[in-house]
Nanobody, 119 residues
Framework: QVQLVESGGGLVQAGGSLRLSCAAS????????MGWFRQAPGKDREFVAA????????SYADSVKGRFTISRDNAKNTVALQMNSLKPEDTALYYC????????????WGQGTQVTVSS
């Protein structure tokens, strides 16, 4: 089992940057695929980015490609989301999530960190 705690959210102007971090506790962090998701008010939760266990593979939602970068440090049990060129439509509650390699669904979720982008 793994526990996830996000940090780094806040209020930023359009065009600005934020870096979200997710700290994981528990066993075998390096065995999990890690992802970031977000949920805006009145909308469904959506996929943002994911990174493989060894950082060899990443994937992004089309809406954030070229602006967001996901990374992980298995020695520190952390995963980060660098967000650049932020837009008002990026405003949402951002969640860190983890899944076992054998699962297609994410098993574990953090509480979320709020990102608000003003125009």
């Amino acid at each position: 089992q793994v526990q996830l705690v996000e940090s780094g959210g806040g209020l930023v102007q359009a065009g600005g940057s934020l870096r979200l971090s997710c700290a994981a506790s528990g066993r075998s962090f390096s065995m999990y695929v890690m992802g970031w998701f977000r949920q805006a008010p009145g909308k469904d939760r959506e996929f943002v980015a994911a990174i493989s266990r060894g950082s060899g593979s990443t994937s992004y939602a089309d809406s954030v490609k070229g602006r967001f970068t996901i990374s992980r440090d298995n020695a520190k049990n952390t995963v980060a989301l660098q967000m650049n060129s932020l837009k008002p439509e990026d405003t949402a509650l951002y969640y860190c999530a983890a899944r076992n390699i054998i699962n297609t669904e994410y098993n574990y979720w953090g509480q979320g960190t709020q990102v608000t982008v003003s125009s």
